[in-house]
Structure formats: C-alpha cells, structure tokens
C-alpha cells in the first residue's frame, strides 16, 4: 500500500469497475467497507445510479452525492474524481458543517421574524388602545 493511508481526507483509489484499491485512515474511519469492495456499497441507494454515472466519466470531476457512514445512514458528500491510467483517485468532503451553518442561520432568521411579528402585535395593540 502507498502513502495514499496517509491521505489528511477520505481517500479512495478505485478501478473502473469501482473496485477500492487503496484507501486512506481517514477514509476507514469513517466508512465502513474492506479493502476489494466496490465503492458503490458505500452509496445510499438512491444516489448509486448518479454515482455510477459519475465514475464512468473521464478527467476531473464534481458532485455530491449521498453516502453510508459509520455513524448515519446517508450523510452528503462533495466528492472529487480524477482519473489517471485507468485508475481513479477519489476524495470525499463532507458537507454536514456547512447545512448545519445554514440550518442555524435559517433558525436565527425565524427567532428575528418571529420576535418582530411580536413587536408589531403589541404595537397594534397599544395603538388600538389610545384610539378607542
């Protein structure tokens, strides 16, 4: 096995018929497959036909996909292919931080929207009381 272990992200190099060659500790960590597997047991079900899609292109690509982790069932990834000699080099991005960033500015927005339909309540209140 090269250096690919050593990989500060999960990493996968892969055959054309998704065979897992190589993979790096991250990657172990957090997916759970043995070494020969296809790399299309670690895609939810729903995502396997874009995946397969994905990995049967040529060059470098993108694109997010939804995959079985240790810990859930499908969690989203960015994932990143080059292929070179017939041999693809896979790199999987999680993008959990990131909904989790938006999920919380969504919930920050509705706590403001709801604190200002408040004021606008009592506002009208308030003014419906001094005219009559």
């Known amino acids: ?9 999960p990493y996968f190099k892969i055959t ?32 396997r036909t874009k995946a397969e899609k ?7 690509k993108e ?7 240790r810990r859930e069932p499908a969690a989203t990834f960015k994932l ?5 000699d017939g041999t693809g080099h896979l790199v999987c991005i999680g993008q959990d931080r990131h909904m989790e960033e938006l999920l919380s ?11 200002t339909d408040l004021e606008l309540l009592f506002s009208k209140r308030s003014t419906r009381t001094l005219i009559g």
């Open 54 to 60: 994905f990995l049967s292109g040529e060059g470098k």
């Open 80 to 84: 990143s292919v080059k292929w070179a």
């Open 1 to 9: 096995m090269s250096n690919s272990r050593h990989m500060p992200m």
């Open 105 to 115: 500015k969504i919930s920050l927005q509705q706590r403001r929207l709801a604190e």
């Open 16 to 47: 054309r018929q998704f065979e897992i060659l190589e993979f790096s500790d991250e990657a172990e960590a957090l997916f759970s497959f043995r070494e020969g597997s296809s790399f299309l047991e670690l895609t939810d079900s729903g995502s």
């Open 63 to 69: 694109t997010e996909l939804a995959l079985r982790t």
